[in-house]
């Protein structure tokens, strides 16, 4: 079973400080691992992925995400938070066992980022 | 625009009727994805497609539920005699599989509304 936990319903920063939202997973196999993020009456949006390599990933609009291992986690991360930020965050994983692993992403129940001006 | 499109945007009916819900993937993308999502929750997969074959479906798949993929493109999610607990929002998603590292890639969903 996989399964994916996000810690925390709503983080706060001001802008042009430094975000971070936190999320561990748990997954059989070697992990592929995804940050998506809503917009209010929107569909999901990529923002980044990891499958191999770098434990450090660059995605869209400034984020990036460390995956660490021997934590099991993948925290999303953004030097300076902007307004235009506040959004809906959700972490993913899948098994990346070609031969067992499940296709489907199973999700976090996700994180509200709220930058105030 | 060449995203993943779903129909109708919104769909509001009384319990017990059927409905139905379309999903148009990226043309070049072989998986196909439904997941449903509930309010202050992240997406639950409900079934996915490689092509036109149904390969996986969840437990949250009632027999009130089918999905259908006939020529590998575009899918339909049926749900019969809806139930108030049905309202959610549906979400399709697709990509491109080459030796499963690639993102899901999903529509702006379907909202259903069971009064």
């Known amino acids: 079973a996989q399964s994916v936990a996000q810690p925390e319903d709503q983080v706060n920063v001001a802008e042009g400080n430094p975000l971070t939202v936190k999320c561990t997973y748990s997954?059989?196999?070697?992990?592929?691992l995804f940050w998506y993020v809503q917009y209010p009456n929107r569909g999901l949006q990529f923002l980044l992925k990891?499958?191999?390599?770098?434990?450090l990933v660059k995605g869209s609009y400034g984020f990036e995400a460390e995956f660490n291992k021997s934590q099991t986690s993948f925290h999303l991360k953004k030097p300076s938070a902007l307004v235009s930020d506040s959004a809906l965050y959700f972490c993913?994983?899948?098994?990346?066992?070609?031969?067992?692993?499940?296709?489907?992403?199973?999700f976090g129940s996700g994180t509200r980022l709220q930058v105030q001006p | 625009d060449t995203g993943v499109s779903q129909n109708p945007r919104h769909k509001i009916t009384k319990r017990g009727q059927n409905v139905t819900f379309r999903c148009d993937p990226i043309?070049?993308?072989?998986?196909l994805y439904w997941y449903r999502q509930t309010l202050g929750q992240g997406p639950e997969f409900l079934t996915y497609?490689?092509?036109?074959?149904?390969?996986?479906k969840s437990r949250l798949l009632s027999d009130r539920f089918s999905a259908e993929r006939p020529k590998g493109s575009f899918s339909t999610l049926e749900i019969q005699r809806t139930e108030q607990g049905d309202s959610a929002m549906y979400l399709c998603?697709?990509?491109?599989?080459?030796?499963?590292?690639?993102?899901?890639?999903f529509g702006p969903g379907t909202r259903l509304t069971v009064l």
């Open positions: 998603a697709s990509s491109l599989e080459k030796g499963l590292r690639s993102g899901q890639f």
């Open positions: 997954v059989s196999g070697n992990p592929y």
């Open positions: 990891y499958i191999t390599g770098d434990n």
């Open positions: 993913a994983v899948r098994d990346g066992n070609g031969d067992t692993g499940r296709r489907a992403l199973t």
């Open positions: 043309s070049e993308h072989n998986r």
């Open positions: 497609f490689q092509n036109e074959a149904q390969l996986e």
